[in-house]
């Protein structure tokens, strides 16, 4: 199994620029999230799904969309990139019940906004 | 709104030192309570899972404890090494909806 990968590693993105943040699981895990991490403030959730067709927001979903189509992918899209989008993004799957929502995290995208 | 504290920030030790560090939360209604090691510039490393009816796991040279009526979990490190040095992690679960995750303790264990 390849876990979790997610694609790019790294990015660089003018002011207002759109993309799409790439994460896909290969264990068949119901639940998929996104993280971001900053210095100094850790890693804050952004979005979540608890399968496929359904997502919720996490403590800090401005500025970011997601969609769940299948179980195995779980895209993050900036429509309009900001500074303050400038961040490493990490994408993470889980399951339950034997999993008990162990949580499995891809190697993360670096992401600059200038 | 969970909220997660890692004490220390950081903290520089000895080859050899058996070490403690601390993790406190401010709702004990959690499915379960993840350790993860972080190297810099890398991705998150998972060491140890307490399920929320656990009082401890351990794995090799790695303890962590569990209280949640005092909502506090230890990660003991064993006979540290080099290594061991690297950023540690302690994240709350809510279930399905993600990880709430303290700020993190900084290692340096010094040869």
């Known amino acids: 199994n390849a876990g979790v990968t997610q694609t790019p590693k790294f990015q660089v993105l003018k002011t207002g620029q759109s993309m799409t943040l790439q994460c896909a699981q290969d264990?068949?895990?119901?639940?998929m999230s996104w993280y971001r991490q900053d210095p100094g403030m850790g890693l804050r959730l952004i979005h979540y799904?608890?399968?496929?067709?359904?997502?919720d927001q996490g403590e800090v979903p401005n500025g970011y969309n997601v969609s769940r189509s299948t179980t195995e992918d779980f895209p993050l899209r900036l429509l309009s990139a900001a500074p303050s989008q400038t961040s490493v993004y990490f994408c993470?799957?889980?399951?339950?019940?034997?999993?008990?929502?162990?949580?499995?995290f891809g190697p993360g995208t670096r992401l600059t906004v200038t | 709104k969970q909220e997660v504290t890692q004490i220390p920030a950081a903290l520089s030790v000895p080859e050899g030192e058996n070490l403690v560090l601390n993790c406190s939360f401010t709702d004990s209604a959690i499915y379960n309570l993840q350790w993860f090691r972080q190297d810099p510039g890398k991705g998150l490393t998972s060491l140890l899972l307490?399920?929320?009816?656990?009082r401890e796991q351990t794995s090799g040279r790695l303890n962590a404890s569990l209280d949640k009526s005092s909502g506090r979990s230890t990660l003991y490190i064993a006979a540290s090494q080099p290594g061991d040095s690297a950023t540690y992690l302690c994240?709350?679960?809510?279930?399905?909806?993600?990880?709430?995750f303290g700020k993190g303790t900084h290692l340096i264990i010094q040869p």
């Open positions: 994240a709350l679960g809510g279930g399905a909806d993600g990880l709430t």
């Open positions: 307490i399920q929320s009816s656990q």
């Open positions: 264990m068949n895990h119901e639940y």
């Open positions: 799904s608890v399968g496929a067709g359904i997502t």
């Open positions: 993470a799957s889980s399951y339950y019940p034997t999993g008990g929502y162990e949580q499995y």
